[in-house]
């Protein structure tokens, strides 16, 4: 069949090439399918690959890893998340085809987005990183063979995989942000959002999930009654001072700095 056939058009199938496989490396012995000479539906193979197999997981993701656990870049397969969750290599890979559509950028993020639905709906949000262009795919930030890192990160951590673009937030700074130094996730969606810079909700609302806002009223803290700072806007609601304002108007190189900290800021509650 010309299905079974395309495989001469790609690796798996080069002759010249010792390391490619035969039919039965992959498939198993299958003699009854070999040796059948009745008509045009002989027995299945030992071993097959399609969606209605009933070959389990494991047996199938052996006859992949038989030559590509050698490989360096499967070699955390073992304890990864989708071969916890029973994830088969023919899940996203095609053999039999020249084109294998999780090896194109263009085409691989519908691959993914068959079992990460969600991350198919926040990419379809203004903000986010150009993948329907095709000039990034998922594999630019994940290992989907497994990774030492989190969230199957190519790299160690989620800073160091996006500093291998974002080199500029590196630093080091003399000032560094701590969320930025801990995850770029605390604050960013790298799938996509609604609001600019892939943020996951616009400033100041943002940065006064972490920080209290200036000039407002604070909730009572550890037993302490707070009051409004008379200094500045006293008697003015929280919502009031956040309109139309951002942090980064003053505080312009969030991701670390260089320049001197204040020294004697003003404070911002007194407590009595």
């Not at 080091?172 to 996730?185: A, K, L, Q, R």
């Not at 956040?242 to 505080?251: D, E, L, V, Y």
């Amino acid at each position: 069949r010309p299905s079974v056939l395309a495989i001469g058009k790609t690796r798996h199938g080069v002759k010249a090439d010792s390391r490619s496989p035969t039919c039965t490396d992959c498939h198993g012995d299958s003699n009854n399918h070999k040796d059948y000479k009745g008509g045009d539906k002989p027995p299945k193979a030992d071993r097959t690959f399609g969606k209605k197999t009933t070959t389990p997981v494991q047996v199938r993701n052996d006859s992949c890893l038989s030559c590509h656990q050698k490989d360096a870049k499967r070699s955390h397969w073992e304890g990864s998340a989708h071969q916890t969750k029973d994830v088969a290599c023919t899940s996203c890979h095609q053999v039999h085809t020249a084109h294998d559509k999780v090896r194109d950028k263009k085409t691989q993020p519908e691959v993914c987005y068959t079992c990460h639905k969600e991350q198919r709906a926040q990419m379809s949000k203004p903000s986010r990183h150009p993948v329907p262009e095709g000039k990034m795919g998922c594999s630019d930030c994940h290992s989907s063979h497994g990774s030492v890192g989190p969230k199957l990160m190519k790299r160690d951590s989620v800073v160091e995989t996006c500093y291998t673009c974002h080199m500029e937030k590196r630093g080091p700074f003399v000032h560094n942000h701590e969320p930025v130094s801990e995850d770029c996730g605390n604050c960013h969606n790298p799938h996509g959002t609604v609001v600019e810079n892939l943020l996951k909700v616009r400033a100041p609302f943002l940065c006064h999930q972490c920080h209290t806002p200036h000039g407002g009223f604070i909730p009572q803290l550890l037993g302490a009654q707070a009051v409004p700072n008379t200094a500045t806007q006293s008697g003015k609601s929280t919502t009031n001072l956040t309109q139309g304002r951002s942090c980064m108007n003053c505080h312009t190189q969030v991701h670390g700095t260089n320049n001197p900290a204040a020294t004697n800021p003003t404070p911002q509650f007194n407590f009595r």
